[in-house]
């Protein structure tokens, strides 16, 4: 049987050039697994076999090249999942419908080139009709395949210090697979929690949908302040000094990324969610950023603004989901001439010009702090009028 001549250590992660996949790839390869990253974008798996990383992840380089020392094999084919007795999945998914069938698609594939008795473990955000089309497959009966939802839940850049200290939780249908998932992670160090299949999925959206709730509650309060003509970052600073009720207030900001959006609109269909407040957060969120746009106008003498960062937030070059991109173009169709500036980020993935600090800081003296790069505080502003949009 197939099976029996998989090695038990062989571990395939689809979609392992991706932010997800590849800290998880290291890690494993790291930790004594043998590890082969399948993944269909050939200018990643390029990169990655020569030890180049194509994006930023603080400790990638270091772990990357450390995994390739030790044999970490990468490939941009499906078939060879055959041999690995764990198939982790990280692929990027979302409640749009060409992911769901692309994701629907991609699972059939795997349930045909998986192996008999493998481990296949889902680590992208999914949905439980995402889990039950996989389970209604015959070929998954057939080959006995043990599934196991394993949500990723790190913040994207403390993936190599989150990895090892959050708890992993397991989402499984059968005490006997959670065994052996657990030994799976506790070679890894990390602590296994049990729960079934439909509260994995649960726990994962709810957890980012409170998140983003809670962020967009403060934000609220902040179009709240500004509507009033009341100066919330004072208000806030009064209303926390020695009150411990409300030491857990977010800064306002941003509600973007790769994660947050997604998994509350996923969280919303998933679950059936109708007039509820959730229903608004993108509203309120989308109303913080108009009242940027509204505070732009009031403070700056002039329509000529330089803006700091573009990223989704402070010290990442990821533009996935940025609200600071958002911010940019809802800047230009109120009649401003802005000069993005973001040394973080990869100026061939955006849709309009970027510049250097350097070259224009002297056309205006309005600045907007739209994302606090730590970069920003080596720049010359004395003298400027600098307006922060997280506070
Ligand atoms: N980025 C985060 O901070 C974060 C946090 C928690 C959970 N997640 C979830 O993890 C999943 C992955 O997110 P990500 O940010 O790593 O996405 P990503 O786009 O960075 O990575 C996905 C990778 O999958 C590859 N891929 C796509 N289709 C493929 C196919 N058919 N075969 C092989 N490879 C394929 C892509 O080339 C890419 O390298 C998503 O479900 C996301 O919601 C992300």
Known sequence: MESKSKNIKSVSVVGGA???GLPL???LQNCGYEVLIIDNNKKAITSLKKGITTFHEEGLNKNLNSALKKGMKTSDNLEKIKNSNYVFVTIGTSSKKES???????MDDILEKISEESFLILRSTVTIEDIEKITKNELFKNK???LAYCPER???GEAFKELVILPQIVGVEDPEIFNEI???????????IPTSIKNAVFIKLFSNAYRHANFSLANEFYNIANKNNIEYSEVVEIAKKDYPRLKNLPLTGYVGGPCLPKDLETFIKTFGVENSLLNRLEE???GYLDSIVKNCNNIFKSKKIIQLGLSFKNNSDDIRGSGSIVLYTKLIESGFEVYAVDPCVNADN???EIYDYENIQNETNNILIAVSHDIFKEYKMDNKSVLYAEI
């Open 100 to 106: 769901i069938l692309f994701f629907e698609s991609l």
């Open 284 to 286: 309120v969120n989308d």
């Open 18 to 20: 991706g932010h997800i």
């Open 350 to 352: 955006l849709p309009f």
């Open 144 to 146: 006995k395949i043990k």
């Open 182 to 192: 657990s030994d799976f992670f506790k070679q890894l160090k990390i602590e296994s």
């Open 25 to 27: 790839s290291c890690y």
């Open 154 to 156: 790190i913040a994207e």
